[in-house]
């Protein structure tokens, strides 16, 4: 069995800053692609930004303004987000690929989701 869990939402006044983390466990041989997702009410599920190995990618409503990294030994995702706007209102949601054990098939997981406020 899997998890992802996230931490690190919360509400912030526009122009501040959050770090969401998002750290996987269980019966993980390795992690691939990571990343992080959002989605607004009424809206469809969007990406944020994915890292893989040390390649990143991003929206680009975020670009410059949010960095994604992760910590291979603690099989964690982070997400630093400056500058935010209202529009950044979301649930965000971690996602990765893990090889799990004992077959080392590879799945995609998500986590249950956090909640970012950013008030105007």
């Known amino acids: 069995q899997v998890q992802l869990v996230e931490s690190g939402g919360g509400l912030v006044q526009a122009g501040g800053s959050l770090r969401l983390s998002c750290a996987a466990s269980?019966?993980?041989?390795?992690?691939?692609?990571m990343g992080w997702y959002r989605q607004a009410p009424g809206k469809q599920r969007d990406l944020v930004a994915t890292?893989?190995?040390?390649?990143?990618n991003y929206a680009d409503s975020v670009k410059g303004r949010f960095t994604i990294s992760r910590d291979n030994a603690k099989n964690t995702v982070y997400l630093q987000m400056n500058s935010l706007k209202p529009e950044d209102t979301a649930v965000y949601y971690c996602?990765?690929?893990?090889?799990?054990?004992?077959?080392?098939?590879?799945?995609?997981?998500w986590g249950q989701g956090t909640q970012v406020t950013v008030s105007s």
């Open positions: 996602n990765a690929d893990i090889f799990t054990l004992p077959t080392m098939n590879k799945y995609p997981y």
């Open positions: 269980g019966a993980i041989f390795s992690i691939n692609r």
């Open positions: 890292i893989t190995g040390g390649i990143t």
